[in-house]
């Protein structure tokens, strides 16, 4: 399994606290500074990840937009597979999408928890890989049933599907079925090492090698108070103060943090800023100059 890709992806995540209206902007705005991907989230109940997806697509022209992720207990795998289908016909290669367990309090609240997240999302996985391929697919499972399903417009070539992974049978399962992992913020490049491990054993069970992406956020923050905000957003998510789980600074500086996780094995590093931040200027800072650091430096 080849997790080592040439080039490192830089991306932002547009957080789903900030309005929906405002995505079309920031999308321009990403797209001209030259920022490689835009990330979604689908979280309970903001915005819609597939609809974001295709507001932001449709408000740009080089931009790739990535939605991290799906949560598999809320949408029947044909219909994700049709809306997923559609948005790659349409923007071809610009959409990176991700499923998950989801959150499981969350997945309880709209009635739709599930007795075992790990065959829910194994025989997700599966057949929506299958019907993304353009194969008619049958499958009866403990929660996926397919009678002779197939896309009459599936993907003109392939879709990427990557899947959330934190725990090592999860990881093990994104190296087997996925053609990526989503690594959730707070993850440090550390962390990056140990999933790879679990990601690249479960690569070990395909029965043909394949390129396997590994996308991680990292909390950031810049501007005069930077250090103080990304304090403050280390708070914020629970997360200890004392691991290597942001980055903040200058564009010199937030690039030189950006290494630390590509030097430990993701190959795109998407940088989460804080829920009320000037989004516009923040994707101009991460796409221009960050960007530009690392590409003087052949990152």
Request: charged content about 20%; proline content about 5%.
């Amino acid at each position: 399994m080849d997790t080592n890709p040439t080039r490192t992806r830089l991306g932002v995540v547009f957080r789903p606290q900030i309005p929906p209206e405002r995505l079309g902007a920031a999308a321009r705005a990403a797209d001209e500074a030259g920022v490689d991907e835009l990330w979604l989230w689908e979280d309970c109940f903001l915005a819609g990840g597939l609809s974001a997806a295709a507001i932001a697509l449709s408000h740009s022209a080089n931009l790739t937009v990535g939605v991290g992720v799906l949560p598999v207990p809320m949408r029947n795998v044909a219909l994700a597979a049709m809306e997923i289908a559609t948005l790659e016909r349409a923007f071809p290669g610009r959409v990176r999408i991700g499923v998950g367990h989801g959150v499981q309090d969350w997945m309880a609240q709209i009635g739709e928890r599930v007795a075992s997240p790990m065959t829910l999302l194994r025989e997700y996985l599966t057949c929506l890989t299958a019907l993304l391929r353009g194969d008619r697919v049958t499958f009866h499972g403990r929660y996926v049933n397919l009678d002779d399903v197939g896309l009459d417009w599936p993907p003109t070539a392939g879709a990427e599907v990557l899947a959330a992974a934190t725990g090592p049978k999860t990881l093990r399962l994104s190296g087997e079925l996925a053609s990526g992992t989503v690594l959730s913020g707070g993850t440090t490049p550390d962390g990056v090492r140990k999933a790879l491990t679990e990601i690249r054993a479960g690569g070990e069970l395909r029965t043909e090698p394949a390129r396997h992406s590994v996308v991680t956020y990292v909390l950031c923050a810049t501007g005069p108070t930077a250090d103080a905000d990304l304090r403050a957003e280390i708070e914020h998510w629970e997360l200890d103060p004392a691991e290597d789980v942001g980055v903040a600074g200058d564009a010199a500086q937030v690039a030189a943090g950006v290494r630390r996780w590509v030097d430990a094995g993701a190959d795109t590093v998407v940088l989460q800023p804080s829920a009320d931040v000037a989004i516009e200027d923040f994707v101009r800072f991460v796409g221009a100059e960050v960007g530009g650091v690392l590409a003087r430096a052949g990152c």
